[in-house]
């Protein structure tokens, strides 16, 4: 009687622990595939033509809320560019 149940809990320990490490492997693959998805996607910024905000950038067109002009795209390294010189 004891070796019966022995081995019935044996058997259920390899069944779940196959189930988890056969789960968590798939998870691991499809937040793979998503990281880089969301690291390929690119946004345009926006910044103000006269810098009022300093750096600062966003995502879609408008005005700047300190003078009102339109926001610009702004180019990956212009404003380090700007700056620099």
Request: hydrophobic share 25%; net charge negative; glycine share 6%.
């Amino acid at each position: 009687m004891k070796k019966s149940i022995l081995m019935f809990g044996a058997a259920m320990l390899l069944i779940a622990g196959t189930a988890v490490f056969t789960s968590c492997n798939d998870d691991t693959k499809s937040s793979d595939k998503t990281e880089i998805k969301t690291s390929e996607v690119k946004t345009d910024k926006y910044a103000c033509p006269m810098h009022c905000e300093g750096d600062k950038t966003y995502d879609e067109p408008g005005k700047c809320p300190t003078c009102g002009m339109d926001l610009k795209k702004v180019e990956e390294n212009s404003t380090n560019q700007e700056h620099s010189q």
